[in-house]
């Protein structure tokens, strides 16, 4: 018997203890049983077997996606600490809209469509004055020589051409196979900073809490 540590989204600052049959990847997504429902939950480590005297239930079914990295586990656990809000909580956020057997349908739906290499997402290269290219270069290089996450500050009035050293940073980590998070303080802003963004990329994709629960399963499983 194999037993795990899942991760669920409710309001607990810790998970609990599942046992499978058979071994499962760290960072799988697995529905379990809880109480008198069924729950979906991440796997985000081996448990310890000193819990084997307790009665522990077993995982149901270990859905067919993508395992959750190691980092972005590790990220789960960062965020709940620097935030000072439950792990749980902080799942719930991550995997609010799965219901497993909609995601399950649209996940097979979606075998089919092919993944965009960085070539075809980037649609036009941004010139860069010279003070701005000195500037995303700095940024660049203390990006590549941390090897982690980096805080870079960018100061400047309205209209000095910030944007433009952003839209230049994302092109570069696209292009090393990355991706890219953009964060705005409000959802008005989204949409006009989404059309300056499709004038450089080829397609983005838009998240906040006014996009439905289905757009929310498309964009969470073209991002795997």
Do not use: C
Request: glycine share 4%; charged share 20%; no cysteine.
């Amino acid at each position: 018997m194999f037993l795990y540590d899942v991760v669920l989204p409710i309001a607990i600052n810790s998970s609990l203890v599942y046992s499978a049959n058979q071994h499962i990847d760290i960072g799988s997504i697995v529905i379990v049983p809880i109480i008198n429902r069924q729950i979906i939950g991440i796997v985000v480590n081996d448990a310890k077997s000193d819990v084997e005297n307790y009665k522990i239930k077993s995982i149901i079914r270990v859905l067919p996606f993508p395992a959750i990295s190691k980092e972005n586990i590790q990220f789960l656990h960062w965020l709940s600490r620097y935030n000072i809000i439950t792990l749980g909580k902080v799942v719930k956020m991550f995997l609010p809209f799965l219901k497993y057997p909609i995601l399950e349908k649209e996940w097979h739906n979606n075998d089919d469509v092919d993944k965009r290499d960085s070539e075809k997402i980037i649609k036009k290269v941004i010139n860069l004055s010279y003070q701005q290219q000195k500037i995303a270069n700095d940024i660049i290089e203390n990006i590549d020589r941390a090897k982690k996450p980096y805080v870079s500050l960018l100061q400047g009035i309205t209209g000095s051409g910030k944007t433009e050293i952003y839209l230049y940073i994302a092109q570069y980590i696209i292009k090393l196979g990355g991706q890219v998070l953009i964060l705005v303080p409000e959802i008005l802003l989204s949409k006009q900073l989404s059309e300056r963004f499709l004038y450089y990329f080829t397609d983005i994709n838009i998240w906040h809490s006014k996009i439905s629960l289905a757009k929310k399963r498309r964009l969470w499983i073209d991002l795997q």
